[in-house]
Structure formats: C-alpha cells, structure tokens
C-alpha cells in the first residue's frame, strides 16, 4: 500500500505532462494484446506447415495444397489458398493474385505498429517537455535565502521523472515494436520462400487437376 502511495507522489511530483506519459502507455500495452492476439489466431509461426505446402506446390499437387490449406488460420495458407483458387477460373492472374494477397495480409501483419514506433519517438520528448516545464518552474525561484537552494534542488529532480517515465515508456514500445517487426518479417520471407515457387516452376494450366 505504501509503494502505490509513494508511486502516486512521484507520479503527481512529474507535472501534467505524466498524464500524456500515461496515456501512451495505456496505449502500447493495448496493441501489445491486440497484435499478440492477432498472430497467434493467424498461426504466424505453422514452419512445418508451411514447408509441407511449398512441396506440394513444386511437386505440382495443387488439389491437394489446396485442401491442405483450405480453411487453415496461417496467413501464408490463406494467401496459398486463395492463389490456387483463382487458377481455376483465371490461370493467367495467379502471380498478381498472389502478390496482391501477400501485400494484403502484410499490411494486416504491420496494423498499429506504426503507432508504437512513433511512441517510441514522442514519449522521450513529453518527458523531456515535462522536464523543462520543471525547471523552468524550479529556477523561477529567485529568492535563494535560507533552505530554498534545497528548494530548488528539489524541483529539478521532480523535473527529472517526467524524463525518466517517458524513457521507460519509449523502451517498452521499442520492444514490443521490435518484437513484433520481427514476427512479421518472418511471415514476408516465407511468402517469398513460396512466392518464389509459384514462379521459378510455373505450373501448366492442364497440371491442375487432382493427382
């Protein structure tokens, strides 16, 4: 109880630019959830799967690709899936077909991961601002007699916790930015892995039926 109490002191001694700090925070653990939720519903990490599905593919199996990856939550299934789909009806559009899906579901991979990278950038700023805010205030004290130099020593180091919090802040995004930035360059490489397939060993219209 005393270490919530001592944490709201400090956080009431960092000025009003601690609630912007606070807000960013909220923030960051919000898309922290929501993208770890996200990948792991879309099976950003199915290696095996995957590999399974790029032999079916050179291998020129694509009823049974198609099967494999029917109805599977991996993002790069879905892109198969769809791919194989249209060469049904359009066999000469599979390659853009496959290229607009991947971009697609990139674009879905990378959602609210800009907002992190730019916290990352405003948070150190809002604690510098915050510390400025304090010292300015700090040093406005122009009557130095006795026991205002400790004073004013005091405001200064309440004006160093906004810094502190906003570089706490910034850590945390960078983190959790960098963590999932690397989930999603794993799921760009394999596409290419399968993209790479698809159009170093085409396939023959007539290779599309059911081996």
Known sequence: ?????????????????????????IIV?????????????VKVND????????????????????????????????????????????????KEVFESQAAISIAKLRENLTHLETIVTIAPLLGLLGTVIGMIQA??????????PLKIADGVAEALIATAFGLCVAVLAMFFYSYFNHKVDKVITLLEEVGIVFINKPVKEDDYETK
Do not use: H, W
Not at 9 to 25: D, E, R, T
Not at 29 to 37: C, D, G, L, S, T
Not at 58 to 87: F, H, P, R, W
């Open 29 to 41: 653990i919000a898309i922290a959830v929501e993208r770890y939720n996200y990948y792991k519903n």
């Open 1 to 25: 109880m005393d270490f919530i109490k001592e944490y709201f002191f400090i956080f009431k001694a960092g000025g009003p630019v601690m609630y912007l700090i606070l807000l960013c925070s």
């Open 47 to 94: 290696l095996v799967f995957v590999e399974e599905v790029k032999y079916l593919i050179k291998t020129n199996q694509l009823d049974l690709a198609e099967k494999m990856c029917e109805g599977n939550k991996n993002i790069v299934a879905s892109v198969i899936y769809t791919t194989i789909s249209t060469m049904k009806n359009n066999y000469n559009m599979y």
């Open 139 to 148: 040093f406005n004290i122009m009557n130095v007699k006795s026991g205002e």
